[in-house]
């Protein structure tokens, strides 16, 4: 009898599987271009750069039951939860990151004849996990402001297992537009509306409105606002039902004792946490203004703790991306027409972006 082959056994739909593209290594970056680890600027992940928060810190060094299993429902984290989003617990599950969350739904809600509507450009992750459960994905080209061709979509969404939109959207920075919500709860798919940058927009969640409207579900996140993007915490909120199903479904011990330590002490931390997105989005708009200044830069209005820049001067956003990596400042690029000419870059300290704009000025010089 021939031997068990992991390869050709594979779904066939997981075969020629692509990778999701992920981060490079901080320490092999820095090897690679000659910087030591602690010099380098990599602001391509749109991590928080003050990190996690003075009580997240010191929950961190403390006893928080390394040698347990963490609570496999997590009662305290819910609660505490409940009390920041206004959500009650029960229509709250939290996962490792939003990342776990989003494969939970498609693998609850979706499969492998159903399609799954986005527009991108988008957070990568939705089409990974669609391929990874053999739906059909269905893009819908956002207009070139960014903004979510609205006719397109909806009438894409009418017959869809599922819409997943992010808002604000990553990587163009930008909100879904206003009644567009409410539009695509009406053409029956389940709405999953990734809130991941929220904290940095002048805008309202949609997590209490989840609680009571059965089509949907809204994603947040530790990552970005609360500085602790490696310790996996991200949360779900939809009605009570969903929920409890995403709860009985996901992996008993998700989220790790020591992750459950420092997302409950960074909400016990609120004050130290909005000060520095507050300051996030003042840098945010400084470093946009040195670069329309630079003329050879075109930032896009962002809503979140990026801005994604196109570059105006013929080269494309890889090109100025090994330039700034030449200064130690590592950014994001990505392929594709409608991006190759432009790059996204995290915000950093003030002495940091102080750095960047130095670096933006002698590159430009350096191309004239």
Partial sequence: MARFDPISSLKPHIQNLPPYEALEDLEDLAATYGFEPEDVLK?????????????????????????????????RLRSAISGFVGVPAENIVAGAGSDELIDLIFRLWVGSDDRVVTAGPTF?????????????????PRLDDWSVDADALIEAARGAKAVFLASPNNPT???????????LLETGALIVLDEAYIEFAEAESAAVRS???PALIVLR??????????????????????????????????????????????LD?????????????????????????????????????FLLVRVRDGRSGHEVSEALRQHGIFVRTYGGARLEDCFRI???????????????????????
């Fill in 346 to 368: 995290s915000l950093g300290t003030p002495p940091q972006n102080d750095r960047i704009i130095a670096a933006i000025a002698e590159i430009g010089s350096a191309s004239a």
């Fill in 269 to 305: 931390d609120l004050e130290v946490l909005d000060e520095r997105a507050g300051v996030l989005v003042a840098e945010r708009d400084r470093l946009a203004d040195a670069m329309r200044r630079a003329e050879w830069l075109q930032p896009y209005p962002s809503d979140t703790n």
């Fill in 124 to 140: 990568g992750m939705y089409a990974f996990d669609s391929g990874l459960n053999g739906s059909t994905l269905v893009d819908i």
């Fill in 211 to 213: 609680a009571s409207e």
């Fill in 43 to 75: 602001l391509d992940g749109n991590e928080n750069p003050f990190g996690p928060s003075p009580k997240a810190l010191e929950a961190l060094q403390s006893d928080y039951g390394a040698d347990r299993y963490a609570d496999a429902a997590q009662f």
């Fill in 173 to 183: 920075g930008n909100l879904l537009q206003s009644g567009l919500l409410d539009a």
């Fill in 221 to 266: 996140t530790f990552s970005k606002w609360g500085g602790i993007a490696g310790m996996r915490v991200g949360y779900a909120t939809g009605v009570a039902e969903a929920v409890d199903v995403m709860l009985r479904a996901k992996q008993p011990y998700n989220i790790s004792a020591a992750s459950q330590a420092a997302a409950l002490a960074s």
